[in-house]
């Protein structure tokens, strides 16, 4: 038997690539997007969410082809475990729940906050959060418990912090959130992302971007940021990612 479903909205994110999001909403408090519903969706389908605080969303992993019976979570990574058991996209059914928080509702948008969605994403349905009947925080969580990870405080030096809310701010893109976000848990963990080793420390990528740091006890001490392109990347005439004059204006204010 075959189910479809249609839509009922899309969601506005500064999140493209899978990569950037955060690995659940509640760890971002930062990270904000919209719903932005279709047409035939009218408002009185959805006014009376306001004066609730969260919300249910269910939605379809629109960047997912394929499943995996085994896969490795982003967190928790040392052995495979069963898809079913973990929160993966790669699932039989590309369908996605997350929990946010909400911000504002107005007609045809719904603003909300600690999400991990990405952008474009379809939403197949809304439903408002009951602590009563959706909260069990004294629950058992089987092997998450087990293999619970530390959490890093990631750290900027002061040169970098001044580079990173000057990309902020010519990129319309928030680079501190996504390192905050990927570097808390297993900043070194290669296999779910882009990190790579050089000597003791370690380059994190970001869109055409890079981020060294090192380790330090509980810490996570990002001290550089540089262009990922080459000079003679720069200087060539293509433009792939339509970014190379912010690259280039970043290097004569900087370097």
């Not at 969601?11 to 950037?20: A, I, L, M, P, Q």
């Not at 009185?44 to 394929?66: A, C, M, P």
């Not at 439903?127 to 750290?155: A, M």
């Not at 080459?230 to 293509?238: G, I, M, Q, V």
Request: glycine share 4%.
């Amino acid at each position: 038997m075959e189910i479809s479903y249609t839509p009922i909205a899309f969601f506005n994110s500064s999140h493209s690539e899978t990569y950037e999001a955060p690995r659940q909403g509640v760890l971002a408090q930062s990270s904000h997007g919209v719903i932005e519903f279709v047409e035939g969706i009218d408002f009185e389908s959805y006014e009376d969410l306001i004066g609730f605080e969260r919300l249910w969303i269910v939605y379809d992993f629109h960047k997912n082809q394929t499943w995996k019976p085994k896969v490795r979570p982003p967190r928790f990574s040392d052995k495979k475990r069963s898809v079913l058991s973990t929160r993966s996209p790669y699932r039989p059914n590309s369908i996605g729940v997350s929990c946010v928080k909400i911000e504002k509702v107005e007609k045809g948008r719904i603003f909300v906050s600690e999400q991990d969605l990405l952008d474009k994403t379809p939403i197949l349905d809304l439903k408002p959060y009951l602590p009563y009947s959706d909260s069990f925080p004294e629950v058992k969580t089987g092997w998450v418990k087990e293999e619970e990870t530390n959490k890093y405080k990631v750290i900027f030096t002061q040169d970098v912090k001044e580079r990173v809310d000057w990309l902020m701010k010519h990129t319309n893109f928030d680079f501190e959130q996504v390192l905050q976000n990927q570097l808390s848990y297993e900043p070194t963990n290669s296999k779910t992302k882009r990190v790579k080793k050089i000597g003791k420390d370690f380059t994190f990528a970001i869109r055409t971007w890079r981020f060294k740091f090192k380790i330090s006890n509980e810490f996570v001490n990002i001290y550089s940021v540089f262009s990922g392109y080459k000079e003679s990347e720069l200087l060539a005439s293509d433009d792939i990612y339509k970014d190379k004059a912010s690259h280039k204006e970043f290097l004569t204010r900087f370097l």
